[in-house]
């Protein structure tokens, strides 16, 4: 279980400052009139909170990891783990692809 949070816990890490990063990128984008959008990913994607930031959806995702160290069994924790991992992994994904584009 250990390894599993610890890598969790890595990924969270490097996405840290790409977050910052993005969400300083869009605040320059919205000073130009541009970025006006509700939010980043759409309503039926992972995550239950809505932003038009990054970092509101990487704070979700630390605290669901938080809870599931805590709770110290995986085993029963199994579909809230899957979750934390395809967050994460949407992340990843939309964030290398927003560098790209901007």
Known sequence: MENIISSLE??????????????????????????KFG???KQEDLFSIKAN???PYLEETAAKILHLKESGDL???QDE????VKQLH????????FKAVV
């Open 53 to 55: 930031k990054f970092m």
């Open 81 to 84: 783990l899957e979750t934390v």
């Open 10 to 35: 890595e990924n969270l890490k490097s996405l840290y400052r790409k977050a910052v990063d993005a969400d300083i990128r869009i605040n320059d984008l919205k000073k130009q009139g541009h970025g």
């Open 90 to 97: 949407l992340l990843h994904k939309t964030l290398a692809e």
């Open 75 to 77: 085993t029963s924790h």
């Open 39 to 41: 939010h980043i990913f």
